[in-house]
């Protein structure tokens, strides 16, 4: 899907922001769309920020309640895949990394995982070639989904609410339908030749759909509706199973009950570290994200950023040069933890890392070939979906999840109404060939039954002095990590608001290939023409977008900024 960053097509966007009073009690819940570029909205006690305004509202109306920010998480979940199919999902995966109001820190994982009978050289031909679009299109690229097994573990152990009243909101939604926007038409629009690829068959996003349409999701409220009464059962071994199973395996898909039955979700310890005087807590394995960040980070660290000009020549040249050399190590490296060792400590240590940045020099871009070898072609995406939650007793919890590509497989079960993953394709599906982020795997990410693929999903809290600072994180494959980086820095390195933040430009370097992505019209073309000088290969193509950042800035004061990104519908709701 393409979009702009200054886009200027949504009926929302004409309105600074307004006010809604919603059902419960008498509080004011305020929504925002961006439209003031340099302070989102500001309130005092809780607050959404996510991909679509439905989701939002429905996460604050949890808090409203009374909820606690897990709860509104569920609420806010189940309403992205409803309103939000492109990246929304329960047939997908995801990660949450939390802040409780005590201090205390968790990550939940619940990113899909290979069936048992997947293969290493299952998308190869018997040349040994990767077969185009198998591990992107159709029933074989499916992972089995952990969105609905991450849901109740989150409720069984940290929700509040009782589960019915959580996900109700997206039953009343999917009965009600989804007001169509632009994005949603250009999304829909691009997928059609590949929905019937895909399913063989007409499915009901594949039509001439306008702006101001409503979508309404009868089969996805019948789905909801089982997993209310019957809980994640339903969608793992239950009348959900079945009718998903039986449609992969007519596909040629290789998911199997057990695949299904056997999946669990799976606490894990968060990547911490500091950068500076701020804490930064963010996904472990099999997210690379924490790491990868952990790493970018602590390699400017000894140069103070913040003494160059935001988006300098300098600043610019800084991040990738750091950028280049944790890619290259991801790739390497990094893959499920549960199935390989990965040296995390020592990856992240500064002293590794400047031994990683002694070469750097700054009348010269390194090349990716001194760091590593090899020569790949990549394309951009702003797949997945984030959404950022603070709620009035203090506890934040950060969420990534996806179903991989727009849409994930294409593959939408027609009973069930719902969409199924393409995970498998962040694999490695090969060592040395590019997955559809262009990004480069080694036998670490390599395919194997039951072990998770690598992922960028980088949902990340930062602390300052004890206290919650910012939420935040996004979309955008292996460019996730580069875009929540640099919003870190906006804020605690060049003071920006949250908003302010999140409508900066963005650039990206992931090692291979070895260019240098820009968002276009965002930068100073003489700054430009100087890394050019220096070697460094600028695409600046005019569809490129950089992630799509949902976050929450903590005020000196304890109210909430929100900073929702103009690059999509985001919105941020709070009271
Ligand atoms: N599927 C994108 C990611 O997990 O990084």
Same mark, same amino acid.
């Given at each position: ?15 600074? %922001? ?86 205390? +820190? ?9 069936? @048992? ?41 940290? /929700? ?39 399913? /063989? ?17 009868? !089969? ?18 239950? !009348? ?32 911490? %570290?500091?950068?500076?005087? =701020? ?15 952990? @790493? ?17 020549? !300098? ?11 944790? =890619? ?29 940045? @002694? ?23 702003? !797949?997945? +979906? ?6 009035? =007793? ?17 593959? =939408? ?51 300052? @002095? ?55 019209? /965002? ?38 900024? /929100? ?13």
């Amino acid at each position: 899907m393409q979009h702009t960053i200054n886009s200027s097509i949504r009926p929302l966007y004409l309105i600074a %922001f307004f006010i809604l009073i919603f059902g419960n009690g008498n509080l004011l819940a305020q929504i925002s769309n961006n439209s003031n570029p340099s302070l989102g909205l500001v309130v005092e006690h809780a607050m959404v920020v996510s991909a679509r305004v439905e989701a939002s509202q429905i996460g604050i109306e949890i808090l409203k309640k009374g909820g606690n920010a897990f709860d509104a998480m569920i609420a806010t979940d189940l309403a992205l895949a409803v309103a939000y199919p492109f990246a929304g999902n329960i047939g997908g995966g995801g990660f949450m990394v939390y802040r409780k109001a005590d201090g205390t +820190t968790g990550a939940l994982d619940y990113r899909e995982k290979a069936p @048992q009978l997947a293969e290493r050289n299952m998308y190869l031909d018997a040349n040994g070639t990767v077969i185009p679009d198998l591990s992107i299109l159709g029933a074989k690229a499916v992972g089995v989904p952990g969105t609905i097994a991450g849901l109740f573990e989150v409720h069984q152990k940290l /929700g509040s609410l009782p589960f019915n009243e959580l996900i109700q909101p997206a039953i009343d939604l999917a009965k009600k339908g989804v007001i169509v926007t632009e994005s949603d038409v250009k999304s829909f629009e691009n997928q059609r030749k590949k929905f019937k690829k895909a399913n /063989g068959t007409i499915i009901p996003l594949d039509r001439n759909w306008k702006i101001g349409d409503t979508v309404k999701y009868a !089969e996805l409220a019948q789905t909801l509706e089982r997993i209310r009464d019957f809980g994640r059962s339903e969608f793992y071994e239950g !009348e959900t199973g079945q009718k998903m199973l039986a449609y992969l395996q007519k596909k040629g898909g290789i998911l199997t009950l057990e695949d299904l039955k056997n999946y669990k979700a799976v606490w894990r310890q968060p990547i911490q %570290f500091n950068y500076k005087d =701020y804490t930064i807590t963010s996904m472990t394995l099999p997210s690379s994200g924490g790491i990868c960040m952990a @790493q970018i980070l602590k390699s400017i660290e000894p140069f103070d950023i913040g003494q160059y000009s935001h988006n300098s020549k !300098e600043y610019i040249q800084l991040l990738t040069e750091a950028e280049r050399r944790a =890619y290259a190590d991801r790739a390497y490296y990094l893959g499920d933890i549960d199935f390989v060792k990965v040296p995390i400590s020592q990856l992240i240590h500064p002293e590794y890392l400047a031994k990683r940045m @002694q070469d750097f020099n700054w009348n010269q871009a390194t090349t990716s070939s001194a760091v590593s070898h090899g020569s790949v072609d990549w394309s951009e995406s702003d !797949e997945t +979906t984030h959404y950022s939650i603070v709620d009035a =007793y203090g506890n934040a919890v950060s969420v990534t999840t996806t179903l991989n590509g727009a849409f994930g497989s294409k593959v =939408y079960v027609p009973e069930g109404g719902f969409f199924l993953n393409n995970e498998m394709d962040d694999f490695s599906v090969k060592p040395g060939t590019p997955n559809m982020f262009g990004l480069i795997g080694a036998e670490a990410n390599a395919i194997q039954p039951g072990k998770r693929m690598l992922s960028s999903m980088s949902p990340t809290l930062v602390t300052y @002095q004890g206290k919650l600072k910012m939420v935040l994180g996004s979309p955008g494959g292996s460019t996730i990590i580069t875009s929540v980086l640099q919003n870190i820095l906006n804020v605690i390195e060049f003071n920006m608001s949250m908003q302010e933040s999140v409508n900066q430009p963005r650039f990206h370097h992931q090692w291979l290939p070895d260019v240098l992505k820009m968002e276009p019209n /965002g930068f100073d073309l003489k700054t430009i023409s100087k890394l050019k000088t220096m070697g460094y290969q600028i695409d600046e193509s005019k569809s490129i977008i950089i992630g799509k950042v949902d976050a929450i800035l903590i005020l000196p004061n304890g109210h909430l900024e /929100g900073g929702a990104d103009p690059r999509g519908d985001d919105s941020a709701v709070g009271y």
